[in-house]
């Protein structure tokens, strides 16, 4: 039998229509619009449980009212979300919402000049026979959900897979499982005129003391090199998609904790080794750094350039947490909590082109 019975000759392939042609166009050029110089994505994606906790930080409790409000808050920090901000990743229900004022949220974001993006996946669950790892769920039904939320606003969608660091962990059976249902995610987002953003997260809050910043190399090398042969397997226009991933540091619990250089030198060493120059751009994590070290490390890494693509963020935590504690569920604090957001936001914008630094982020405050 000729390889070409097993594999076919490739002509279909590259015979594409006008419309397939359209719709890359399309994607990349959104893509593009994410990754754009000096903005990032916020992400705003929290479920109802995660969102709660956040609340219960403050002593607010947590109802659909009180989620709208606080999005709203953010989404109407003019300055941070017109010159800082390219995307905003919703939730389900924040998608739907609508301002105090019935302005749906979705278009509040668009006229800011950003994206409205969306979380797809159903959380990471346990995976079966497989102890103490996990697989991310929501494969089943999402190209209808695509469908629903290309006509409620959203251009770019994000799946979160999860990969953990312990003694004998990771095994190989949860890295591929997870890459491949990145890849299945993204390829459906694709056919439904929607950006993927690809995020395989390795942990850093592992309970090894030897979970060093070499571990988390070879760990991210692998997830990484996985998830790409998969999105190849897939059929996955790697110019219409982006990349979130972590960025390569020490858990948290490690005996050895790295320096601000390292991360920056090892992150940039491993998507070099991993990542094709085709992806527009890498979009990280905060993944449990503080605020300020998740901007350092960004800033390091862009001035360290010039890179095959651009490396911006993708943070929730790290851009919201001041603006939360500033704005304490209370609508006299909005202007205060908008101004601590816009403050976050201008530095990683910085960071997104090399020019952050502890002096400027003291004399912005």
Known sequence: MPPSAWFGDGTDELQETSEDQAMSEKLSDIAQAMVADGKGILAADESTGTIKKRFDSISLESTETARRDYREMLFGADEAMSNYIS?????????????ADGTPLVEMIRKAGAIPGIKVDAGAKDMALFPGEKVTEGLDGLGGRLKEYHELGARFAKWRAVVDIADGLPSFGAIHANAHALARYAA?????????????????????????????????????????????YAKVDLEGMILKPNMVIAGKNASAQASPEEVAEKTLKV???????????IAFLSGGQSDEQ????????????????????????????AALKA???KAENVDAARKAFTHRAKMNGLAAKGGYSSELEQQAA
């Open 271 to 281: 998507l070099k080794a991993c990542v094709p120059p085709a992806v527009p751009g």
């Open 188 to 232: 459906l987002c694709q056919v439904n005129g929607i950006v993927p953003i690809v995020e395989p997260e390795v942990l850093m809050d592992g309970p090894v003391a030897s979970h060093d910043i070499d571990r988390c190399y070879a760990v991210t090398e692998f997830t990484l090199k996985e998830v790409f042969q998969e999105l190849y």
């Open 327 to 329: 704005w304490g569920g």
């Open 87 to 99: 995307g905003v990743i919703l939730f389900d229900e924040t998608i739907r919402q609508k301002a």
């Open 294 to 321: 998740a901007t350092h490390h960004l800033s390091l890494m862009n001035a360290a350039g010039p890179l095959p693509w651009k490396l911006t963020f993708s943070y929730g935590r790290a851009l919201q947490a």
